[in-house]
């Protein structure tokens, strides 16, 4: 069972079980730790029996690449708990809710900002590497990020090859 849930509107229980997995997943990254990251707008999960198998969050925002404005998905914290891996949970919720980027929010551009090893299970999806400079905010200055940026334009959306991204805010 998909659920979709704006953030914001998100039980005290749930929002901090989201957290717990999240620190779980990413939070021994020193990267990770380094950085202040946007505040998601939007949370998809997976459930089997009851049980959390797999979710993601969806930052919305106004990119540019090359100084063109783009409505932006910023896919995020995409996690499976360890007992759940291999069974293509991720996958799946990430196909399954594609609509929901494209159709009824009208997004042009998916952007990941993405770790070397999971290159493979987003290109499998359909993402694509960019070699462009990402840039992005932080509370003291602007940085350029240091790992890969993916993309995934919306269909019927002219993709390009940038050289350049900002993400005109704090990452995802």
């Given at each position: 069972?998909?659920?979709?849930?704006?953030?914001?509107?998100?039980?005290?229980?749930?929002r901090s079980?989201?957290?717990a997995?999240?620190?779980?997943?990413?939070?021994?990254?020193?990267?990770?730790?380094a950085?202040?990251?946007?505040?998601?707008?939007?949370?998809?999960?997976?459930?089997?029996?009851?049980?959390?198998t797999s979710?993601?969050?969806?930052v919305?925002?106004?990119?540019?690449l090359d100084?063109?404005?783009?409505?932006?998905?910023?896919?995020h914290?995409?996690?499976?708990?360890?007992?759940y891996?291999?069974?293509?949970?991720?996958?799946?919720?990430?196909?399954e809710?594609?609509?929901?980027w494209?159709?009824?929010?009208?997004?042009?551009?998916?952007?990941l900002?993405?770790?070397?090893?999971?290159?493979?299970f987003y290109?499998?999806?359909?993402?694509?590497?960019?070699?462009?400079?990402?840039?992005?905010?932080?509370?003291?200055?602007?940085?350029?990020?240091?790992?890969?940026?993916?993309?995934?334009f919306?269909?019927?959306?002219?993709?390009?090859l940038?050289?350049?991204?900002?993400?005109?805010?704090?990452?995802?």
């Amino acid at each position: 069972m998909i659920e979709r849930l704006a953030y914001a509107d998100l039980n005290p229980a749930l929002r901090s079980e989201l957290l717990a997995a999240v620190q779980a997943e990413f939070g021994h990254i020193a990267v990770v730790q380094a950085i202040d990251w946007a505040t998601p707008d939007w949370v998809f999960i997976w459930r089997e029996a009851g049980q959390l198998t797999s979710f993601y969050q969806l930052v919305e925002r106004t990119v540019l690449l090359d100084g063109r404005p783009y409505r932006t998905g910023g896919l995020h914290n995409v996690i499976t708990p360890s007992a759940y891996r291999g069974r293509g949970f991720s996958s799946r919720l990430i196909r399954e809710t594609e609509s929901f980027w494209w159709q009824e929010r009208q997004l042009e551009l998916g952007l990941l900002l993405c770790a070397n090893a999971l290159l493979p299970f987003y290109e499998r999806l359909g993402w694509q590497r960019t070699d462009a400079a990402t840039y992005f905010e932080q509370p003291t200055s602007r940085q350029r990020w240091s790992v890969n940026t993916m993309l995934r334009f919306a269909p019927g959306v002219l993709p390009v090859l940038p050289q350049e991204i900002s993400l005109e805010g704090l990452p995802w």
